[in-house]
């Protein structure tokens, strides 16, 4: 089973947003939008890397309490009542569906970490989704990265 670390970015929150996924230290996925949130990001994250385990699977890592609870404790719950809350509209509606899916599809396990307390993995994450936010890509930046996360 492939371990994974995710981490999103926004800054300022809202504003240009970026997200990666590390296996085994390495970036595998990187991704950025103009116009962001902290919250999309994580959950672009999670989504990315979920695509990325497949049927293999994976245990990821998120220090996103947020989107572990709405795979793990509210989604559900969601769903059957036609992607409603008792609080209001869901928020980014679609990539909670989208990240729903996946989570159902693959058999992915969800484990939360506290960030920015030094876990070399989270802070790895955090460090590539921060340049990712800031336009680089793996693509072009595949080296550099490579030597920064090692």
Do not use: C
């Not at 950025?32 to 919250?39: A, C, L, V």
């Not at 999309?40 to 609870?69: C, H, K, P, Y």
């Not at 559900?76 to 599809?105: C, D, H, T």
């Amino acid at each position: 089973m492939k371990r994974l670390w995710t981490d999103g970015s926004a800054s300022p929150n809202p504003g240009p947003g970026g997200y990666a996924v590390l296996e085994n230290g390495e970036p595998v996925r990187v991704g950025r939008e103009k116009e962001s949130t902290n919250i999309r990001m994580e959950g672009a994250a999670l989504i990315a890397a979920m695509e990325f385990s497949g049927e293999e699977g994976a245990e990821i890592t998120t220090d996103s309490q947020f989107w572990v609870n709405v795979l793990t404790k509210w989604a559900e719950s969601w769903e059957r009542n036609g992607w409603k809350k008792k609080g209001g509209e869901i928020k980014n509606l679609e990539m909670v569906r989208e990240a729903w899916k996946l989570y159902r599809k693959y058999p992915v396990k969800l484990i939360w970490t506290r960030g920015h307390v030094g876990t070399e993995m989270n802070e790895k994450a955090d460090e590539l989704a921060n340049r990712a936010r800031e336009g680089f890509s793996l693509a072009e930046e595949s080296d550099i990265l490579k030597k920064m996360l090692k």
